[in-house]
């Protein structure tokens, strides 16, 4: 696919659905991996695990060269990406515990506002008008969706709890975005997915060490589940975007991001019976159409 030839017009499309669809299936796969008695901090672990030795190969391979010429300032890069990267699935998997698959998938991906918002504190870069709207519009569904679920919420769930997660979730990512636009400069594809999915899980392995988590002796399908995770929404999702990102614009990508909160919405309905409440459901509509804007706005 990487030749020197142009793809199909349609093809970066196909592939963007194809991946849109993997990674709707990751709040899915990661409450299936709950039902079956995975702690959320082993989920978190096996899923980027997996999604690390799975890829290993292929980063000896390609970028053997680069991995043995590492400077101190990409690896010091690479533990910091990998350490928010851990962060953030750490805290987003476990929020699926306390509140709706829609709620959390829907507040995970305001990753676009906050790397705004932290560009223009850390780097100077000054949003758009349009991108400021969106961010406003996006704040304000955010917390419609915290006010709709506190006063929604079931006997033994915390929805409060759980969008905290979220959201903490989403600064995380955002902070492992940011590092990871440098290390990009510098490394290929491969070698920094490979350092940062790695550093991530090892970490969350000595989380686990260190609270006593295990990562044995579950079931067969447990661990099934855990391997679809790091197969479907962390190599074959996200990789898709990564692989697109030559053919289509980041701005477009950002805005095909906004099909994974309504797909996994869509997909928990199905699954497992989660509806909306009237006023999740307009703080929804308002979190994407910010997100939209913001995409549209973004320089």
Request: with cysteine; glycine share 10%; aromatic share 12%.
């Given at each position: 696919?990487?030749?020197?030839?142009?793809?199909?017009?349609?093809?970066?499309?196909?592939?963007?659905?194809?991946?849109?669809?993997?990674?709707?299936?990751?709040?899915?796969?990661?409450?299936?991996?709950?039902?079956?008695?995975l702690p959320s901090?082993?989920?978190?672990?096996?899923?980027?695990?997996?999604?690390?030795?799975?890829?290993?190969?292929?980063?000896?391979?390609?970028?053997?060269?680069?991995?043995?010429?590492?400077?101190?300032?990409?690896?010091?890069?690479?533990?910091?990406?990998?350490?928010?990267?851990?962060?953030?699935?750490?805290?987003?998997?476990?929020?699926?515990?306390?509140?709706?698959?829609?709620?959390?998938?829907?507040?995970?991906?305001?990753?676009?506002?906050?790397?705004?918002?932290?560009?223009?504190?850390?780097?100077?870069?000054?949003?758009?008008?349009?991108?400021?709207v969106g961010i406003?519009?996006?704040?304000?569904g955010s917390g419609?969706?915290?006010?709709?679920?506190?006063?929604?919420?079931?006997?033994?769930?915390?929805?409060?709890?759980?969008?905290?997660?979220?959201?903490?979730?989403?600064?995380?990512?955002?902070?492992?975005?940011?590092?990871?636009?440098?290390?990009?400069?510098?490394?290929?594809?491969?070698?920094?997915?490979?350092?940062?999915?790695?550093?991530?899980?090892?970490?969350?392995?000595?989380?686990?060490?260190?609270?006593?988590?295990?990562?044995?002796?579950?079931?067969?399908?447990?661990?099934?589940?855990?391997?679809?995770?790091?197969?479907?929404?962390?190599?074959?999702?996200?990789?898709?975007?990564?692989?697109?990102?030559?053919?289509?614009?980041?701005?477009?990508?950002?805005?095909?991001?906004?099909?994974?909160?309504?797909?996994?919405?869509?997909?928990?309905?199905?699954?497992?019976?989660?509806?909306?409440?009237?006023?999740?459901?307009?703080?929804?509509?308002?979190?994407?159409?910010?997100?939209?804007?913001?995409?549209?706005?973004?320089?």
């Open positions: 696919m990487d030749s020197g030839k142009a793809p199909p017009r349609w093809l970066p499309f196909l592939i963007l659905g194809v991946g849109l669809l993997a990674i709707s299936f990751g709040a899915i796969l990661a409450r299936f991996a709950q039902g079956y008695g901090l082993t989920i978190a672990t096996l899923r980027l695990g997996l999604a690390a030795l799975i890829i290993t190969p292929i980063a000896l391979w390609q970028s053997s060269r680069t991995l043995r010429t590492l400077s101190r300032g990409q690896i010091l890069l690479t533990c910091g990406a990998g350490f928010f990267l851990a962060l953030h699935f750490a805290t987003w998997i476990t929020s699926l515990e306390y509140t709706s698959v829609a709620s959390s998938t829907a507040l995970v991906t305001t990753n676009l506002l906050w790397v705004g918002i932290a560009s223009f504190l850390l780097f100077g870069d000054r949003p758009s008008r349009l991108m400021l406003v519009i996006s704040l304000s419609l969706i915290f006010w709709s679920d506190s006063r929604a919420s079931a006997p033994g769930s915390n929805p409060l709890l759980g969008n905290l997660l979220a959201i903490v979730g989403s600064w995380c990512f955002s902070a492992y975005l940011l590092i990871g636009r440098r290390l990009r400069a510098s490394l290929p594809l491969p070698a920094y997915v490979w350092l940062a999915y790695g550093s991530a899980a090892i970490l969350l392995v000595l989380a686990c060490q260190s609270s006593g988590t295990p990562l044995t002796g579950y079931s067969d399908a447990a661990y099934l589940v855990a391997l679809g995770m790091a197969l479907g929404p962390q190599l074959l999702g996200h990789t898709s975007y990564n692989w697109s990102l030559k053919h289509v614009s980041p701005t477009f990508i950002a805005v095909v991001t906004l099909g994974e909160p309504v797909g996994s919405a869509m997909l928990a309905w199905v699954f497992f019976g989660e509806a909306f409440a009237l006023w999740q459901g307009v703080g929804f509509v308002m979190l994407l159409l910010g997100i939209y804007l913001a995409a549209r706005g973004e320089r």
